[in-house]
């Protein structure tokens, strides 16, 4: 939580096991980001405008595999 603050970031979401996190500013400030929070494991990433993403543990790849299997 204090590295999401230090960084004008801000938790969007809490699970189990995975943190949302939503970055917002130039290349720069999320490359930072990115940098600082990469050791922890990253999940999924999506660097665009205006998105969307599922409240889950995991990800949505891993959410669709399960999905499709069944």
Not at 12 to 19: A, C, M, P, Q
Request: proline share 1%; glycine share 8%.
């Amino acid at each position: 939580v204090d590295m999401v603050n230090g960084l004008h970031a801000r938790i969007v979401d809490i699970g189990r096991e995975t943190v949302t996190i939503e970055a917002v500013g130039s290349s720069a400030d999320v490359d930072t980001v990115l940098a600082l929070f990469e050791p922890f494991g990253l999940a999924e990433l999506a660097r665009t405008g205006l998105v969307a993403l599922e409240r889950c543990d995991g990800s949505l790849e891993e959410y669709v595999s399960e999905y499709e299997e069944e």
